[in-house]
C-alpha cells in the first residue's frame, strides 16, 4: 500500500459519510430555515421548538432513507474488501 491508495480509500471514505448523511443534513437544514422563518415571523424563541422538531425530521428520513444508506455502506465495504483482496 502506497500513499496513492490510502488517499483513494480515505477520500471514499469521506464521500462515503458525505453521501449516507446528506440526506438528514438536508431535511435538519430544510427544518431549520422553517422554523427560523417562523420564529422571526412570530417572535416566539422557544428554545425546545427548534430541537424537537428537528429532531423528528432526522429520524423520519434516516428511516425512510435507510436503504440508500445501507447501501451507500455496502458499496464501500465490498471496495475495501476487495482491495484486501488483491492486495490492493
Known amino acids: 500500500m502506497n500513499e496513492a491508495d490510502a488517499l483513494d480509500i480515505v477520500q471514499s471514505a469521506i464521500w462515503t459519510v458525505i453521501m449516507a448523511s446528506a440526506p438528514a443534513i438536508a431535511a ?3 427544518i431549520g430555515i422553517v422554523i427560523a422563518l417562523f420564529q422571526a ?3 416566539i424563541q422557544e428554545m425546545t421548538l427548534t430541537f424537537v422538531p428537528k ?4 429520524f423520519v428520513m434516516i428511516a425512510l432513507t435507510a436503504p440508500f444508506i445501507g447501501a ?3 458499496t464501500f465495504t465490498e471496495m475495501i474488501y476487495a482491495r484486501i483482496e488483491t492486495g490492493f
Do not use: N
Open 41 to 43: 415571523l412570530t417572535q
Open 28 to 30: 435538519a437544514m430544510a
Open 55 to 58: 429532531i423528528l425530521v432526522i
Open 72 to 74: 451507500q455502506l455496502y
